[in-house]
């Protein structure tokens, strides 16, 4: 398979037809990922939470929060979970709707040289919407159940046994090495096996599991090139990923000067200025994420076009040509 010409392909539907990066936008709300919550410098005193260490102003801002939280009731959390998941199932309706899209898309772009519009590609691909949706919950589901069995025994051994903190600590390594050579392998290759099984229901109009049979078989029989595409798009896009992602990672520098300086005083202003460049840059940050999205949801589906057409030697099944009949008169 030629990589470069799959690539260049790609860019091109996606440059000719700029209606796929709205599909993109959509499809990155699935892309999975999260930020970490960092600590903060605070302490407990007769149960009530102190945060002297920070500027009055903050002081009492992160007060009223702990506050809030200790006084809310158990409906109160069972309303804001289920606010979440309402959020989550929403994006990931979207994200859904946008895979599908964009596989639609670069097929249609494959077949006619026509453009595409944004009101007949969606119409078109709510019609694979829960297919692929149930797709992608019963692979979350297996690679959650996956992880727990791998998991389970270190934690039940954790939590049972009386270890002291250099087992502990070594365990700890064991987890991670676990992580590295069983975990995300297998994550990696489930993945790949998905991406395609998606494409193949997209492409060929079938069922779930009609597609992850084909989306197997895909990678059963080119192992080569579909871990070669996955090194290409993995690497390459984490490496647009982390560059689009500078400029958010800059807007906090005045933070980090402040907190770096031992200057308490500004700190407040320094978030507001933070906040302000965040949200100018958050709508860039989605557009060049959904291009991006984008360019390597049609490189994978080119890479299943590629894949499964007949090659171009195949030789033609003869046809008999039968003799004209002379006309009764």
Not at 54 to 67: C, E, H, I, K, T
Not at 74 to 88: C, H, K, R
Not at 220 to 231: D, E, I, Q, Y
Request: hydrophobic share 55%; aromatic share 12%; with cysteine.
């Amino acid at each position: 398979m030629d990589y470069g010409e799959v690539l260049s392909r790609a860019w091109k539907i996606i440059w000719r037809n700029k209606v796929l990066w709205i599909f993109g936008i959509m499809a990155s709300f699935g892309e999975g990922g999260g930020g970490g919550n960092g600590g903060s410098n605070y302490s407990t005193n007769s149960g009530q939470t102190s945060f002297n260490v920070l500027p009055p102003g903050w002081a009492d801002f992160f007060s009223n929060v702990a506050r809030f939280f200790e006084n809310i009731q158990w409906w109160g959390w069972v309303i804001m979970v289920a606010g979440i998941f309402i959020l989550m199932v929403f994006a990931a309706a979207l994200a859904t709707i946008g895979e599908a899209g964009l596989v639609r898309g670069t097929k249609l772009t494959e077949d006619t040289a026509e453009k595409l519009r944004f009101g007949p590609l969606f119409s078109e691909s709510k019609h694979y919407f829960w297919r692929i949706f149930l797709l992608k919950f019963l692979a979350g589901l297996v690679i959650f159940i996956l992880v727990i069995l791998l998991l389970l025994p270190f934690i039940v051994f954790v939590i049972a046994a009386e270890v002291d903190i250099a087992v502990l600590w070594v365990f700890i390594a064991m987890f991670f090495l676990l992580l590295c050579c069983l975990i995300v392998p297998i994550s990696w290759v489930l993945s790949i096996i998905i991406r395609q099984s998606i494409n193949a229901i997209v492409v060929e109009d079938v069922g779930i599991f009609a597609g992850l049979k084909r989306g197997w078989l895909v990678c059963r029989r080119h192992p080569g090139p579909n871990l070669v595409m996955a090194l290409i798009m993995g690497i390459g896009a984490g490496i647009v990923n982390l560059v689009i992602s500078i400029p958010a990672m800059l807007a906090f520098l005045p933070i980090l000067f402040h907190l770096i300086s031992g200057n308490l005083e500004g700190l407040t202003s320094a978030a507001v200025i933070s906040l302000v460049l965040c949200c100018a840059y958050l709508p860039v940050l989605y557009l060049l994420s959904g291009i991006l999205t984008a360019f390597t949801r049609s490189a994978w589906a080119l890479t299943y076009l590629r894949l499964t057409r007949p090659p171009a030697d195949m030789p033609l099944m003869p046809v008999e040509i039968l003799p004209e009949s002379k006309p009764e008169r």
